[in-house]
């Protein structure tokens, strides 16, 4: 018996149900979970097949094409955020809703103790995952994100020793904004007034602060240091510094030798041989001693200026004449 055009036609529209049926189930297979985890990296300007094959690469999709196309078409391919996410594949919607504000990208939180120097700033981005070398160049040739104030070539000084959050993605640009951007929250009026009051650039303070911040042993200590210092420039003595020293060789300063003649190096940062402030800051100093300079202890109780200073048994013994120093010096060291 011979089948009608009927039957044929309803053998093909089963045929095409059953075969859109496959697809869609495949298409479903494609987009669903995968199970696995991985770290990825979005970075900024990334599009829906790049971003795609990246998911790919670590197995939380098994295939890009499909999951570009999803993201294209459902118009998320332009919401992506930038970043490092931990994710796992539990399936295209779940992953295009997570990287599209769903779920925030990893960041790394870091501190940056008062009296490093930016070498050693980068040395600590660098182990976290950031770009703490090209950080180091910006900081010595900065460009157009050097301030007004600062005076010489680089940003030594002006990296505010604190806390930070930075994105993973984050650039040496971002970094050294962050930081700069902290420093000037201390600039703040009344610290201009008292900048005034003394005489001092920004760039003499944050230079002096930075010496004053090697010198000290205790916070307690950093007024009378900076009154010693601003005393000795006000009569035109050397400052004579060890840890100005120990920044023109490049050294720790536990490192300094005498006998070796560090110090007869011959160098602007040498407070030993030239008078006055060094060319810049030689460390990073925190608030404390940024606020001790402009809050000097310049005198003793009769009065008297202090003029030298040195630390023994823990203690910091000040004196207001060469004599009293020599002679503390010898009783105490």
Do not use: C
């Amino acid at each position: 018996m011979r089948e009608g055009p009927r039957a044929w036609l309803w053998r093909g529209v089963v045929g095409l149900f059953l075969t859109f049926l496959l697809l869609l189930f495949y298409a479903l297979w494609l987009l669903g979970p995968t199970g696995k985890e991985a770290l990825v990296r979005v970075p900024k300007g990334a599009t829906a097949q790049e971003v795609a094959r990246t998911l790919e690469e670590a197995g939380l999709v098994r295939s890009a094409y499909p999951f570009s196309a999803y993201l294209r078409f459902s118009g998320k391919a332009r919401k992506l955020v930038p970043g490092v996410y931990r994710l796992r594949g539990e399936g295209a919607f779940r992953l295009a809703r997570a990287l599209t504000g769903g779920v925030r990208p990893l960041t790394v939180t870091l501190t940056f103790p008062e009296g490093l120097r930016a070498q050693d700033y980068a040395r600590r981005l660098q182990e976290a995952g950031l770009p703490g070398e090209a950080f180091l160049r910006l900081v010595e040739d900065p460009g157009p994100l050097k301030p007004p104030f600062v005076e010489g070539r680089g940003l030594e000084g002006y990296l505010f020793p604190a806390t930070y959050t930075f994105d993973l993605l984050a650039t040496p640009e971002e970094l050294v904004r962050a930081m700069l951007d902290r420093f000037r929250m201390e600039l703040t009026p009344e610290v201009e007034e008292a900048l005034r009051r003394l005489g001092l650039s920004v760039h003499a303070w944050v230079t002096l602060a930075s010496i004053v911040q090697q010198e000290a042993g205790a916070e307690a200590e950093m007024p009378y240091i900076a009154g010693v210092f601003l005393n000795r420039l006000e009569r035109g003595m050397p400052l004579q510094a060890d840890p100005t020293v120990a920044y023109a060789l490049g050294k720790p300063l536990p490192a300094l030798d005498r006998r070796a003649g560090d110090f007869a190096v011959d160098s602007p940062y040498n407070t030993y041989r030239y008078k006055g402030l060094p060319p810049g800051p030689i460390a990073n100093p925190g608030r404390a001693a940024l606020r001790a300079v402009l809050s000097p202890k310049r005198q003793d109780e009769g009065g008297r200026p202090y003029l030298y200073f040195f630390h023994a048994r823990g203690r910091l013994f000040l004196n207001a004449d060469f004599e009293g120093h020599l002679r503390d010096l010898a009783l105490h060291r």
